[in-house]
T-cell receptor
Framework: KAGVTQTPRYLIKTRGQQVTLSCSPI?????VSWYQQTPGQGLQFLFE???????NKGNFPGRFSGRQFSNSRSEMNVSTLELGDSALYLC???????????FGSGTQLSVL | GQSLEQPSEVTAVEGAIVQINCTYQ??????LSWYQQHDGGAPTFLSY????GLEETGRFSSFLSRSDSYGYLLLQELQMKDSASYFC?????????FGQGTELSVKP
């Protein structure tokens, strides 16, 4: 079974730009969660999608958005990038409950 | 709201046993999970405790005491490859919330 796939692996953007990250979950998993990881803040929950609906949302500004497609693939978008958005963005998939998450290798975003 | 407390760093020698503690405060508790993350890698699931007691998986064990809002991860027969960050996490409001992580350094 293929694992969680995230693309791209690395991304460099400048302030004010927008970015879209992609995540393909493990086959059969309908839940996809997104996390932001920075050295100072650890793993911060962004949002979770289940069967194309946002099921949970973290405390991030509206510049951060996401969606999920009918095949469970998910994208997250960050608009008007700020320097502080530089981070590792991790996607995780799960079955019906979130007791056990399977993470992708992440997208390392650098905002210059 | 919720909060999880775990030590930021732990150092141990190869072959030893190390315990990483986690205390939590959450308005609704379903269970405590542990994840391992090597530098530059993806977090990987280690264990999940929903009930009080000890769960053993090879060299790793995880313990939970719901009355004390406390759990720990026990790593035995430490190997150099165990050097990584370890995160405890709880489910609250359906979402998995992580602690800040404990960086474990295993020395020869």
């Amino acid at each position: 079974k293929a694992g969680v796939t995230q693309t791209p692996r690395y991304l460099i953007k400048t302030r004010g730009q927008q970015v879209t990250l992609s995540c393909s979950p493990i086959s059969g998993h309908r839940s996809v969660s997104w996390y932001q990881q920075t050295p100072g803040q650890g793993l911060q929950f962004l949002f979770e999608y289940f069967s194309e609906t946002q099921r949970n949302k973290g405390n991030f500004p509206g510049r951060f958005s996401g969606r999920q497609f009918s095949n469970s693939r998910s994208e997250m978008n960050v608009s008007t990038l700020e320097l502080g958005d530089s981070a590792l963005y991790l996607c995780a998939s799960a079955g019906a409950t979130n007791e056990k998450l399977f993470f992708g290798s992440g997208t390392q975003l650098s905002v210059l | 709201g919720q909060s999880l407390e775990q030590p930021s760093e732990v150092t141990a020698v190869e072959g030893a046993i190390v315990q990483i503690n986690c205390t939590y405060q959450t308005s609704g508790f379903y269970g405590l999970s542990w994840y391992q993350q090597h530098d530059g890698g993806a977090p990987t699931f280690l264990s999940y405790n929903a009930l009080d007691g000890l769960e053993e998986t090879g060299r790793f064990s995880s313990f939970l005491s719901r009355s004390d809002s406390y759990g720990y991860l026990l790593l035995q027969e430490l190997q150099m490859k165990d050097s990584a960050s370890y995160f405890c996490a709880v489910i609250e409001g359906g979402k998995l919330i992580f602690g800040q992580g404990t960086e474990l350094s295993v020395k020869p």
